[in-house]
């Protein structure tokens, strides 16, 4: 009946720890599954792969590398940083450099390795710039950040030696030489370079937390005072961790210069270092594959819904405020609360709950989007000359009809779901009750 | 998990909300890609463009389009990022798209000739044509020239040439103000020539370079214009940069004349208001009133029949009409939709624009050949300019003979070509 | 002579501007230690609601409402938003407001258009106030110097005369301890929050028509009133003037310096060229990276004394 207590006392996210082979058989499964979708989306008939897929799932193992290298800083060491992109872009100018410096003769480095030149090139600009910024903690680094980012903004925008100004850097990929022999002219073969290097440097930064580093970064983050008590340096921790998160951005800004053959001021620019933090953060800072699934769905929704909506930037700032106020451990802090209740066998009491939870949740969510695109319709989407289709029939912004079905289903939905989210939080206190009753 | 599930039921619904949003499809169309800003701080130069556009397609299909078929538009949103563009790119080659539009944007548009030059090379059955309608760098049809790029809008040099040549022979002191950019430099770089060329006559007393969309209160610049006793200011500042400038100048109340790339540009004659007024001349292939003062009837109502849609904007792009109909002629001589077989029939193509001068497209550049003029911000004008009470009167015409220059294109050319 | 004079003039008035907006979010920031991103965005709000009000009404009752509209925002957001997050820490604030600012750019857009909208000065301050060798001073800006100044003058009274008053002084330097004294500190957060956001709003009504109103000009603004905050240092109203001047000042007086640091030492920027990137740094003139010395500044003085000009705390 009395389990020892001290499994009760670990966090869930350790002991998940305990059970490696587990847990991770998803991972293997999810790779293998990410090298095969291209060729489920080939076309027999012409002969070629979706090119619009290829790009978005190479855009999502650059951003994964990115924002796994900015939680880095932000989940592991407590670091909020404004000027992450900074790394990410100037590994890009470096490997533009390095391509035409290849192509000129002066660097017979094969194409797989460049990567590796643009992350030194990234460690380099982090010790650099670590040196200032390290020196800061809290508020007072994130405006540093903030500072150096505007300043290489910039300058990137100002000077053409090596950024080439406003039009940017260009060099060609395919400089005939390969470890394997590849020519890297089709986009499928950027792919699996692409797909091999982030899961290089998944690993990397997955081991990185393991080792004492990354565990003093974490000790640093949870209690600063303590952890100088202790004999460690926080600012030397903080250095060292903000200058290998610049080496992990610089690899990912590296695979977009060879992706795209251009790099030009907005790999450098505010936006991007906007984007970490909000891929970052939604898919979850404190758990280590939280990135993964922020930078996943972030790119989904950026290349994606941008295409189909017009409003899609008030999406991603709704998404982001609700995270932020409701489930600050991000999607994957939220899966991660539910591996008790599967280990424990309990899930199944959640299905009925979940559906009815889901119900009102997607009315609610149906009238936001409709009053959302109603609305963005009335000023720009009309501008445009769009006429706006919904389910095969057009809609009239002008008539009242669709605004009073919107706002139906975002009231009523809303009032449903309130009423559904309490019993739904009284079952999952019951559930989490029971399970600690019985010390999982 | 309810946020995972949340965000897949929002993409789905999303989808199911506006698949089809654009425009109807009944019968088969030619479909055209167009690559613009449409969100971020640039996404009224989008919509904008797309509204002029669209406008002179629906005209262009009114005339029968090309092989029989109508012309259809469809948008991608780059955000004025190359990546972005070049994303939207390969969402375009996938639907084999044969012909794609960029213009918003020379940084973005150097990023598109590359990457449809690259594509084209690697993927030779599944090429695409790239339009360009108002990027205007010289450099695009020089160094970066491409077989696959053809733009149509006359090019920074000649814009510069058209500006000076328009000088007042009053005119004795210029300043120059520009951004601080590749266009900015070029817009500098040109403007010393031309006036060591035509205007020997004309001293430069002073030079500015400004920060792209950095600078709020341009008192101090307009300070030294003052004190450099210029007595016009030449300048290719858009956007904010543009629009600050001319409050500051009208504000201060300086007695100077205005020369200007982007004064009639949406957004711009709402900055300038009364205090442009009689002060500021712009450099444009067309304004509203100049279908009026040729006697044009056609041209004139070309224009009404765009103010008629409420627009809130101006049309001076009368090059984009220019660009449809070459674009509708050389597919009906190619008898094809190919790029390499339009492209080869663009080539040299020579069609009238709205106010009857023959523009041709040059086959060394690619660059159009097309007369440029500069007109005055005044009234009375029979058609204003933004509900300001204000609209453009033309001043001088550059024919396309005087902007005729020579290129140092060297383009490689695909075989078949 | 007359170019520094003028630029001085116009410095101190964009300046004063800059210190409306930020002795807003310096308060917020001392106070509550949120870092409030949206701040712009609430600048920008005003500016729309104003330039709708002067539609309507006119500029005189805008000068009132549209403040007002934005203090009622701002109280919206500290309670329904702001309060939920504050137990998950400062960044989850931070980032809160952060999103808001998405949301707000975006929203403005949607209902305004992308255009920037006809906001003018009033006919009424339209005309030359004085002339300075043959430019003019235009009267509009002696009303917003005006208005700084009334603003300035307010908040120190209610700061240092009224109770509430000391109450926030006291809770700008120790918060605990005003708690743990049994004030009601969320209350006063809130009118704080309120009280910033209604600074923001009067910003935004007169610099509004100042520059032009349209969605970027919170993202224009936005990072230079960060700068004033961290430079004139956490807790300090004073602080915060005197960074707002300073860097007035320099933004405006750096477009009138034309020569690069390369002729500062002396040619040295000759001897290196300007193919390679040192020497373009070096041969730029001083009038080009304007923008840039606010950075630099903030960065240097992060680095050098965190606490800022006049600070009582630390970052």
Known sequence: MNAPPTTSAIPAGQRADAQPARRNWIWFVLVIATAILPWLFYDWNTGRHSGFLLTMLSQMGMMIIFSLSYNMLMGQAGLLSFGHAVFFGLGGYSTIHFLNAAEAGSLPLPLELMPLMAGLAGLGFGIVFGYMAAKQRATAFAMITMGIGELIATAAIMFHNFFGGEGGVSANRMIERSLFGVEYASSIEVFYLILAWTLLAALGMLFLTKTPLGVMANATRDNFERAQFMGYDPRRIRFLQFALSGMFAGIGGGLYAITYGIVTFDAVAAPLSANAVLMTYIGGATIFYGPILGATLITLLQSGLSLLSNAWLIYVGVLFISMVTFAPAGLAGMIQAHAPVSRAGRMGRLVVPYIRLSIPGLATLLGFVGLVELSSFLTIGEAQGKTLVLFGSKIDVHETMPWAVAVGLLVLGGAWLRFEVKSFALIWDEVTADLKQRSV | ?417 | MEIVLISLLNGFVYGMLLFMLASGLTLIFSMMGVLNFAHAGIYMIGAYVAFEVSRMVGFWPALIIAPLVCAAIGAAIEVWGLRRTHHNGHIAELLFTFGLFFIIERGVQMVWGMLPVPYRVPTALDFPLFNLYGINFPAYRGFMLLIAGGMLLSIWLLLTRTRIGLIIQASLTHPNMVSSLGHNVPRVFTMVFAGGCFLAGLAGVIGGNYQVTEPSMAAALGPIVFVVVVFGGLGSLAGCFIASIIVGMLQTFAVVVDFSLSDLLGGLGDWIGTKNLLGEILAVPVSRIGPLLPYAMMVLMLLFRPRGLMGTRDT
């Open chain 2, 1 to 417: 998990m309810l946020g995972a599930f949340r965000q897949f039921a929002k993409c789905v619904l999303i989808a199911g909300m506006l698949l089809g949003s654009g425009a109807a499809v009944a019968q088969e169309t030619i479909k055209i890609a167009f690559i613009a800003p449409f969100s971020g701080a640039f996404a009224a130069n989008g919509d904008a463009w797309l509204k002029m556009l669209r406008y002179a397609m629906d005209n262009t299909n009114a005339r029968g389009g090309a092989l029989g078929k109508k012309f259809e538009l469809v948008t991608f949103d780059d955000k004025i990022q190359p990546s972005e563009a070049l994303i939207a790119l390969k969402s375009v080659v996938d639907q084999n798209i044969p012909v794609v539009i960029q213009c918003v944007g020379s940084n973005v548009a150097a990023a598109m000739v590359d990457g449809v030059s690259r594509h084209n090379q690697r993927n030779p059955k599944n090429r695409v044509l790239y339009l360009n309608c108002s990027a205007l760098a010289t450099e695009l049809t020089e160094e970066k020239c491409d077989f696959w790029h053809f733009r149509f809008s006359a090019n920074v040099t000649q814009r510069v040439a058209t500006m000076v040549r328009g000088l007042p022979a009053e005119a004795k002191s210029v300043y120059l103000m520009n951004q601080d950019y590749l266009y900015g430099q070029g817009v500098a770089a040109d403007t010393k020539k031309f006036l060591a060329q035509y205007r020997p006559d004309i001293k430069i007393v002073g030079e500015e370079f400004v920060p792209l969309g950095k600078i709020k209160d341009f008192s101090s610049y307009i300070a030294k214009v003052k004190t450099s006793g210029a007595q016009a200011l030449l300048t290719s500042n858009w956007g904010p940069d543009f629009n600050l400038l001319m409050k500051a100048g009208v504000e201060s109340g300086l007695d100077i004349k205005y020369y200007t790339f982007s004064a009639h540009l949406n957004g711009g004659p709402t900055a300038m208001g009364d205090g442009g007024g009689n002060r500021v001349i712009a450099v444009l292939e067309g304004h509203d009133n100049m279908g009026a003062e040729l006697g044009n009837a056609k041209a004139e109502e070309w224009v009404k029949g765009f103010r008629a849609t409420d627009p809130g904007i101006d049309y001076p792009w009368i090059n984009f009409q220019t660009m449809f109909d070459m674009l509708a002629s050389a597919i009906n001589k190619a008898g094809s939709t190919d790029p390499l077989k339009v492209a080869v029939a663009l080539e040299g193509i020579q069609v009238p624009d709205m106010y009857g001068e023959v523009n041709t497209m040059r086959k060394d550049d690619h660059q159009i050949m097309q007369p440029f003029y500069t007109a005055m911000f005044t009234k009375p004008v029979k058609y204003d300019s933004e509900k300001t009470g204000w609209g453009w009167k033309t001043l001088t015409k550059s024919t396309t003979q005087d902007l005729t220059f020579p290129t140092t294109c060297k383009m490689k050319r695909p075989s078949g070509s």
